[in-house]
């Protein structure tokens, strides 16, 4: 919440729209994180909601759901720890949670991709996509989710 703080207060004389995110103060959030995961093993932290596209941090311990947002493209920003995304097929168990959001318990049929620190993932609106971390591990990663016009 501090850290939190500290980004708005240095925003104060900033344009509208604009926000920086410093590099200490992502990793900060990455270790606050880290102190509040849910049972799933999971932590999210929304930075910012732009309108047009919004900036989060998120960190797993185990595998997250598999989801498709219809609408919406997912830009990952790998921070520390290594997964595996995988991309297309088709969700099993596909449930609708929300307006053009769709969460299931895997894919079926998609391509797996190793990711580590430093690598960027881009996810078109309407792709199915399941982030999965194995036993031991851990993966935290900024979320810049785009909405289509």
Known sequence: MLVMLAVFALCADD?????????????????????????????????????THSVMMAHLEASGMAEIHETVTDIFI????????????????????????VRGTSIQGGVAKKVGTGDVVNIPGGTPHHTQVAPGRQVTYLVIKVRAK
Do not use: C, H, Y
């Not at 200490?24 to 309108?51: H, V």
């Not at 790998?78 to 959001?101: L, N």
């Open 78 to 101: 790998i921070q520390s720890g290594e997964a595996s995304v995988t991309v297309g097929g088709k969700v099993v168990d596909a449930k609708s949670t929300a307006p053009g959001e």
């Open 15 to 51: 344009p509208p729209g604009f926000a920086l995110f410093k590099a200490s103060e992502l990793k900060g959030m990455e270790q606050q994180l880290a102190r509040k995961l849910t049972p799933q093993k999971t932590a999210t932290q929304q930075f910012n909601n732009f309108g």
